[in-house]
T-cell receptor, first 114, second 115 residues
Framework: AQKITQTQPGMFVQEKEAVTLDCTYDTSDPSYGLFWYKQPSSGEMIFLIYQGSYDQQNATEGRYSLNFQKARKSANLVISASQLGDSAMYFCAMIARNNNDMRFGAGTRLTVKP | DAGVTQSPTHLIKTRGQQVTLRCSPKSGHDTVSWYQQALGQGPQFIFQYYEEEERQRGNFPDRFSGHQFPNYSSELNVNALLLGDSALYLC??????????????FGPGTRLTVL
């Protein structure tokens, strides 16, 4: 069975500082993808970054980077130089190649302070 | 290039009624998935449609049914609504062969309130 765990219900960060949002996962499938989505109060899920299980390097997309530690089954999101507009819910998700349903964690609410 | 669109944006129904939600996938995408997101929780997978057939289903009762049309758009139907069906319903589309395993693009959602 696949499972995603986000243990931080809420996080605060000062504007312009970096913040790490934690995510651990569990799957028996050797081929899988890990995703991070941002969900502002409007409700739309905005894709941020993707990491494949066979990717050798950690994924980066602008100010977002994914700290992928396969042996520890963790896929933490790092946001550098936080901006006020980064305040939102952040969800970690996983989908395995042999399964078509994307599993989401419970989410972390990030608040950026001016 | 239009992204994933959903209609309606908001909907209010009473217990026992039936509802239909609609989704148009992103251009070039042929697979549509539906998710239910209760307040304060992560999205839960309802089912996925590909080639007009239900490809996989999550842990939802038969009151939840769907359909995919030849143009890849999709509908989610919920019968005999319960108060617990109140949630944000998200539609996501993906190409059969994409850069990422199951990379999905989400629509803005339909917020359903059951009174």
């Amino acid at each position: 069975a696949q499972k995603i765990t986000q243990t931080q219900p809420g996080m605060f960060v000062q504007e312009k500082e970096a913040v790490t949002l934690d995510c651990t996962y569990d799957t028996s499938d050797p081929s899988y993808g890990l995703f991070w989505y941002k969900q502002p109060s409007s409700g739309e899920m905005i894709f941020l970054i993707y990491q494949g299980s066979y990717d050798q390097q950690n994924a980066t997309e602008g100010r977002y980077s994914l700290n992928f530690q396969k042996a520890r089954k963790s896929a933490n999101l790092v946001i550098s130089a936080s901006q006020l507009g980064d305040s939102a819910m952040y969800f970690c998700a996983m989908i395995a190649r042999n399964n078509n349903d994307m599993r989401f964690g419970a989410g972390t609410r990030l608040t950026v302070k001016p | 290039d239009a992204g994933v669109t959903q209609s309606p944006t908001h909907l209010i129904k009473t217990r026992g009624q039936q509802v239909t939600l609609r989704c148009s996938p992103k251009s070039g995408h042929d697979t549509v998935s539906w998710y239910q997101q209760a307040l304060g929780q992560g999205p839960q997978f309802i089912f996925q449609y590909y080639e007009e057939e239900e490809r996989q289903r999550g842990n939802f009762p038969d009151r939840f049914s769907g359909h995919q049309f030849p143009n890849y758009s999709s509908e989610l139907n919920v019968n005999a609504l319960l108060l617990g069906d109140s949630a944000l319903y998200l539609c996501a589309s993906s190409p059969l062969s994409g850069r990422a395993v199951g990379e999905q693009f989400f629509g803005p959602g339909t917020r359903l309130t059951v009174l």
